[in-house]
C-alpha cells in the first residue's frame, strides 16, 4: 500500500520507529532519573474565599512523584496485589491518580479507571466486567462505592481526600470551607485505608515484578452507542507505542521544558496519552485541572504556568472563544493544541488561533488505539476540517460501509480501520466483539472518512449516526459545521428522526451565544444557503445547553434518545 502522507510529514517526523521494549512506567523512571528536581505535577485550584481570586498551588517533583509511586506499588504488594489483578481507579485529575496509575502498573497491575461522574450502577457494572479486588476512590464518591461494593469482588479500598497535595493555605480553607459542605468529610468502613496512611512507612524501592511489553496495562470502557460498555484491553507496549508516536509527532518539543495543561480527565484515554504518559516521557509538567468546566483555573494556569501544551475537544475552546474574560490573560505560551474527541469546526479552530496566537490543529483517535491515530502537523501544513496524516507505523484504509472488505478509491467516503502497534489486544472477555471490531488485522472503527490524494483524512459521521433520509445519506457532521458559521451559534448538534415520507429526516439543535439572538426559521434559512435541500434540517430547536460526556463530547445518541422518549410520550396520549 502506498503510503502518500508520507511526503507531507512535517520535516523531522520519521515514518517508522524504534519503540522501547520496557514497562510503561519507565517514562516516568527515566524522566526521575535525569531530571529529579523538575517539577513532575502541579495541583491546586482558585481560592474563591481570597480577595482576588488568587491561584493556589504547589509543585511535585519527578524524584517526590517517582518515590510516591514506589511507596504505593509496595503498598500494593503488602495487601495482596498480583500481576494480572485488577485495580479500579476512581479519581478525578490530581497526583493521587499518577501515583496509583503508575503505582498499579509497577506491580503487575491491570488499571480499570472510572469516570468520576459515574452513577452507582455503571461503577458496579465496571467493578463486576474488570474483577477488581482493589479500588482508589476520591473520599466524595465513598458512599456511591458503599451503595455497591456488596455486588463486587472488591477487598481492598483506599480512599484520597483532594486536599492531601494542596498548599498548605488552600488546604486550611477547604477544610474549613468546602470539605464537609461537598461531601468529602467521610468515615471509613472498618478495614479501608487512608490513601496517605498506605504511603507511610514503605520503601522506595520499588517492587521487582517481571513486567513485558505484551502485559496488559489498562482496560479503558469505551461508552459506545448501544448496549453496555466494552473495555478495549491495552498493553503496555500499545501505550508505549502512542506515548513514542506523539513525541515523534512534535519534533520541536525538548525534553524536561514543556508543560501540558491537563483539563481533560486522565481516566480517559485521551488525555491519559497525550497529557500523563507524553508528560512523563518528555520530562514535563502535568498542570492538573479537577475540574475541565473551571475556565477560571484553565486560564489563571495558563498564565501562571506557562505551558506549552494544551489538549482539548471543540467544546472546551469554544468555550474560551467566548469567554468574556479570555483577553484579560496572557496565553501566548500555548505553541500547540490538538483537538480530539470530536470533530473540530472551522469556526472554532480559526476564532482560537485569533485569539491565542496558539497552533489548534485536529486529530482522531479512540481508546481502541491508545487512542490516537492521525494528527495534522502542528507547524507544517494543517488542513483545517480534516483529521490530517497517520501516525507513524500507522497504516488506514478505508473499506466500503456496505461489505466492509472492499477498498474505495480516493475521494469516496469508507469506514476507516488501523493498523499500527497502538491497537489493542482486544476487548476484555468479549472475544465476539473483538472478532467483529478486529478483522484480518484491521481494527474497525465504525467512523466513515474520505481520503484526499496527498493522504489527509476527513471524518464525514459515525456509521451508527449516518441519517437515511429519502435514500440519500446525510452526515451530522456536516450540516454542524454549517451551523457554526452562523454568528449567532455557540453550539450545534444535528440527528435523524422519523419522518413518515422520507423515513428521517434531519433535525438540529443549537445553544445560540449569550446576547445573540435567532430565529429556528432564520437559522434553517441559512442552512439551505449553504447545503443541498435534502441535508437541510425539516426542524430545528433550541436549548440552553447540549448533553455533553465528561470530557465535552457532545452526545448525539443522548439527543436521539429523548427524541425516542417524547414520541412514544406523544403516542401514549392519543
Known sequence: MERVWYKHYEPGVPPTLNYPQTPLFSLLDNSAAEHPDRAAIVFGAVAHKLPGQPLLDTAMSFQDL????????????QMGVKKGDRVAIYLPNSPQFAIAYYGVLKVGGVIAPVNPIYTPRELEFILQDSGAETIVALSQFYPKLQEVRGKTKLRNVIVANIK?????????LFTLAMEKKEGHRVELAAGDHWFQDVLKNQSTVPPQVDVKPDDDAVLLYTGGTTGLPKAAQLSHGNLMANAV????????AQKAREGFLTALPMFHSYAMTTCL?????????????????????????????????????????????????????????????ISGAAGLPVEVAKSFGEITGAKLVEGYGLSEASPVVTANPVFGENRIGTIGLPMPDTDVKLFDVESGTQEVSTGQPGELCVKGPQVMKGYWNKPEETAKTLREGWLHTGDVAVMD?????RIVDRLKEMIISGGYNIYPREIEEVLYQHPAVLEAAAIGVPDSYRGESAKAFVVLKPGQQATADELIAFCKENLAPYKVPRSLEFRETLPKTVIGKILRRELVAQEKAKAAEAAGKK
Not at 517517582?66 to 504488594?77: C, E, S, T, W
Not at 492531601?164 to 486550611?172: A, D, H, N, V
Not at 490524494?453 to 483524512?457: E, P, S
Request: proline share 9%; hydrophobic share 40%; net charge positive.
Open 66 to 77: 517517582r518515590d510516591a509511586v514506589n511507596r504505593f506499588a509496595n503498598a500494593l504488594v
Open 245 to 252: 508516536q506523539l513525541r515523534a509527532w512534535i519534533p520541536w
Open 164 to 172: 492531601e497535595y494542596f498548599p498548605p493555605i488552600l488546604k486550611m
Open 277 to 337: 504518559n507524553e508528560a512523563m516521557y518528555l520530562a514535563g509538567t502535568l498542570i492538573l485541572i479537577p475540574n475541565p468546566r473551571d475556565l477560571e483555573h484553565i486560564l489563571k494556569s495558563i498564565e501562571k504556568h506557562k505551558p506549552s501544551f494544551f489538549p482539548g475537544v471543540p467544546t472546551l475552546y469554544t468555550a474560551i472563544n467566548n469567554n468574556p474574560a479570555t483577553k484579560q490573560y496572557d496565553l501566548k505560551s500555548v505553541r500547540a493544541c
Open 453 to 457: 490524494a496527498d493522504g489527509y483524512f
